[in-house]
């Protein structure tokens, strides 16, 4: 029996290690969407990622019998202690093979580090905070996960309340497609709402982009303020998301509720590029742009990503509003899938009227804790 090693990710060789091991562990799970390493490269950078301005975080590795067998990210997000009132850290980018004593030990090394940092809290998966791909999927395996949403093999649940954590919060993912909703009736209800609340939609501008993305980025921060586990964006953060966001989005489902002239809510969908980052196995070359731009243009699933209303108009339907307004565009731009994620488990409100316009709930992600 090989002991467990823990390593800290510091120089080339390591960090390529934690960059490299899902691309290993998940070859026999063809529903994982490999994302671009690229991408990955930025997210982990702690030197120049915006995230880690208010954030410091230790990258650690299991090794046994000489081998790397899984990867964990203990995090300190003060941004969130600020807001959220807590002395909570975070664990996060946590993949391992099917050994219990293995996850334990990283899981554990997280913990100790983050307890070294003042924590009394430790919570996750999130990678690296509930902005940005978070959760543990534990139910749902059947299909591949969507654009910015987490895959992982159902054993993860296992290993993860083996090593001595539980349930925090549930959050919710529902399918439904654009042809199924009662278009005319949801339609009907949603116009009657904004003529009442003067509530105008309208598509983002992209000659704009950069005021309109100013104007979302303070609505996103209000609208969320009261949500578990919600962490504010900084101004950087956000500014990059919807950089990186523009290449792929399509202007009619992002769409900007005014009330003279005030943003008052927003509602963001992206197509699933999921579906051609498949083919591109996390490489952009030699082939792998090739294979998303080709892809890329049979792309007719669709995922609402954020919705949120600054709390005045939160009551009044006005969500409900731009779902339909997100659907009715969707259905005109040829999209016909779309999945509405994440919904935490005790937002009423949102529940119901998903489920009232027909949509149907067919993924669960969970967040542990350990305290």
């Known amino acids: 029996m090989h002991n467990v090693e823990i390593l800290r990710v510091g120089d080339r060789t390591?960090?390529?290690?934690?960059?490299?091991?899902?691309?290993?562990?998940?070859?026999?799970?063809?529903?994982?969407?490999?994302?671009?390493?690229?991408?990955q490269k930025e997210l982990f950078d702690r030197d120049k990622h915006p995230f880690y301005a208010n954030a410091?975080?230790?990258?650690?590795?299991?090794?046994r019998g000489g081998r790397v067998t899984g990867r964990v990210a203990a995090i300190l997000d003060r941004n969130h202690n600020?807001?959220?009132?807590?002395?909570?850290?975070?664990?996060?980018?946590?993949?391992?093979?099917?050994?219990q004593e293995t996850a334990n030990a990283?899981?554990?090394?997280a913990r100790d580090w983050a307890a070294g940092q003042g924590a009394r809290v430790f919570r996750g998966p999130v990678n690296p905070s509930t902005n940005y791909e978070c959760g543990l999927l534990v139910d749902g395996f059947g299909s591949p996960p969507v654009i910015m949403m987490t895959y992982n093999p159902p054993y993860y649940e296992r290993l993860i309340e083996g090593a001595g954590l539980r349930k925090a919060k549930d959050l919710y993912a529902y399918i439904s497609s654009t042809?199924?909703?009662?278009?005319?009736?949801?339609?009907?209800?949603?116009?009657?709402v904004l003529a009442a609340k003067a509530v105008r939609v309208r598509p983002i501008d992209l000659k704009r982009f950069g005021e309109d993305v100013e104007k979302v980025w303070t609505v996103y921060?209000?609208?969320?303020?009261?949500?578990?586990?919600?962490?504010?964006?900084?101004?950087?953060?956000?500014?990059?998301?919807?950089?990186?966001?523009?290449?792929?989005?399509?202007?009619?489902?992002?769409?900007?509720?005014?009330?003279?002239?005030r943003v008052v809510g927003f509602a963001l969908a992206l197509p699933d590029f999921n579906v051609a980052l498949r083919r591109a196995k996390g490489r952009?070359?030699?082939?792998?742009?090739?294979?998303?731009?080709?892809y890329g243009r049979l792309i007719t699933n669709m995922r609402v990503l954020a919705l949120g209303v600054v709390e005045?108009?939160?009551?009044?339907?006005?969500?409900a509003a731009f779902y339909a307004a997100l659907i009715r565009n969707g259905r005109r731009r040829g999209y016909d899938l779309c999945e509405m994620s994440w919904i935490l488990e005790d937002n009423v409100l949102m529940n119901r009227s998903l489920e009232a316009m027909g949509a149907r709930r067919y993924k669960t992600y969970r967040i542990y804790e350990w305290n």
């Not at 990283?106 to 090394?109: E, F, P, R, S, T």
């Not at 952009?284 to 080709?294: D, E, K, S, T, V």
Request: aromatic fraction near 14%; glycine fraction near 6%; hydrophobic fraction near 45%.
């Open 179 to 192: 042809r199924a909703v009662a278009a005319e009736k949801v339609e009907r209800v949603a116009d009657r």
């Open 312 to 319: 005045e108009y939160r009551t009044a339907g006005v969500a």
């Open 221 to 261: 921060n209000a609208a969320w303020a009261r949500n578990w586990g919600f962490v504010p964006m900084t101004r950087e953060e956000f500014l990059l998301s919807a950089k990186e966001m523009k290449q792929i989005l399509d202007p009619q489902l992002v769409l900007l509720g005014e009330v003279g002239g």
């Open 56 to 63: 410091s975080a230790e990258f650690l590795l299991a090794r």
């Open 284 to 294: 952009l070359f030699p082939f792998g742009l090739l294979q998303i731009l080709y």
């Open 82 to 99: 600020r807001f959220q009132g807590e002395q909570a850290a975070f664990f996060g980018f946590f993949e391992c093979e099917d050994h």
């Open 14 to 39: 390591s960090r390529k290690q934690f960059l490299e091991l899902p691309y290993r562990l998940y070859r026999q799970y063809p529903n994982w969407v490999p994302p671009l390493r690229v991408a």
């Open 106 to 109: 990283l899981l554990g090394a």
